[in-house]
């Protein structure tokens, strides 16, 4: 199976500060990978497809690049509805995608 | 608005079974891949099993293979998810999830439901 790496694993930043967040994979995955964001009592939902493409209605703060084994989501203003854990999914291997173990991000 | 609602979950103990529904509306089910993933308390994602829209392609995890089988229902728009010989370590949320695939890869999971709580305990 292909492993997703992902740091920090949690963080805390004040309000329109810039986050990264960054996801290796084990192998090379070209840029199958996308991001969700988790909120508490929530199902994910999907922020950003293929690296790079933002999901419809997704806010523009939220970007996502890289290629081959390291990628990065980056809010460019964190805001306070944007609390919530972060995980990044390679759906390379398309029958066993895998997940990275997540990263919660926290408001100060 | 596609929207898919998961039931079924709740207390088994080890061993035992437990059949999982996940029941989707507002879309034309019959044309969609679907699969199962969980999530244990305070962890992260785990992908379980995949179904493609024929029912006729399978795949599960190593870790429940020989354990839990999933099927659909197209007449009723539904998913299962039948889970023998239940673990401890099978207790989380089950999440139903609609997957987008092309020729060669899994584009992204897009739709996902609440998910159902299933706990594994004597």
């Known amino acids: 199976d292909i492993q997703m790496t992902q740091s920090p694993s949690s963080l805390s930043a004040s309000v329109g500060d810039r986050v990264t967040i960054t996801c290796r994979a084990s192998?090379?995955?070209?840029?199958?990978l996308n991001w969700y964001q988790q909120k508490p009592g929530e199902a994910p939902k999907l922020l950003v497809y293929?690296?790079?493409s933002l999901q419809s209605g997704v806010p523009s703060r939220f970007s996502g690049s890289g290629s081959g084994t390291d990628f990065t989501l980056t809010i460019s203003s964190l805001q306070p509805e944007d609390s919530a854990t972060y995980y990044c999914q390679q759906g390379y291997s398309a029958h066993a995608p895998t997940f990275g173990g997540g990263t919660k991000v926290e408001i100060k | 608005e596609v929207q898919v609602v998961e039931s079924g979950g709740g207390l088994v103990q080890p061993g035992g079974s437990l059949r999982l529904s996940c029941a989707a509306s507002g879309t034309t089910f019959i044309n969609y891949e679907m699969n199962w993933v969980r999530q244990a308390p305070g962890k992260g994602l785990e992908w379980v099993s995949y179904?493609?829209?024929?029912?006729?392609?399978?795949y599960y995890a190593d870790s429940v293979r020989g354990r839990f089988s999933i099927s659909r229902e197209d007449a009723k728009e539904s998913l299962y998810l039948q889970m023998d010989s239940l673990r401890a370590e099978d207790a989380a949320v089950y999440y139903c999830?609609?997957?987008?695939?092309?020729?060669?890869?899994?584009?992204?999971?897009?739709?996902w439901g609440r998910g159902t709580l299933v706990t594994v305990s004597s």
């Open positions: 293929t690296a790079s």
């Open positions: 179904i493609s829209s024929s029912g006729s392609t399978i």
């Open positions: 999830a609609r997957g987008r695939y092309n020729d060669y890869f899994l584009k992204y999971f897009d739709v």
């Open positions: 192998q090379s995955i070209s840029n199958i």
